[in-house]
């Protein structure tokens, strides 16, 4: 199963510590390993980003920034065999946060991918 993991974070002042990238880079070298991360990435700030809504029968777009801009966004997509494991996978990420960043402070959702057995047909 695979599941998307995007973590939202305050912009923090200065930053983050290389103690921090290198454990995060011996990190996902580990998921790499274990054949478990299949993509990983930050989005680019809001400034770069459109929203596309469709209300009462009309097509929208707005353009960036977002209130929100000031959050860092990043993501990675795991396959894993359960919920459980993409949520440890992702606690391992967020701990390296909490350990090696003073006063960061952020959040991450871990969300299941349909994949092709949830549209096969029943019977």
Request: hydrophobic share 45%; aromatic share 8%; proline share 7%.
């Amino acid at each position: 199963m695979r599941y998307l993991v995007i973590l939202k974070a305050a912009q923090p002042d200065g930053p983050p510590p290389a103690e921090l990238m290198e454990a995060i880079a011996k990190l996902g070298m580990d998921a790499t390993n274990a054949g478990v991360m299949l993509d990983m990435g930050g989005l680019a700030p809001a400034t770069n980003s459109a929203r596309i809504a469709v209300n009462a029968g009309g097509l929208s777009v707005v353009d960036g920034p977002f209130a929100e801009a000031k959050e860092l966004i990043s993501y990675v997509v795991y396959d894993v065999r359960s919920k459980e494991e993409a949520v440890e996978w992702a606690g391992r990420f967020m701990r390296l946060h909490r350990d090696l960043w003073q006063g960061w402070e952020g959040e991450a959702e871990v969300s299941r991918v349909f994949g092709p057995e949830d549209f096969a047909p029943q019977g």
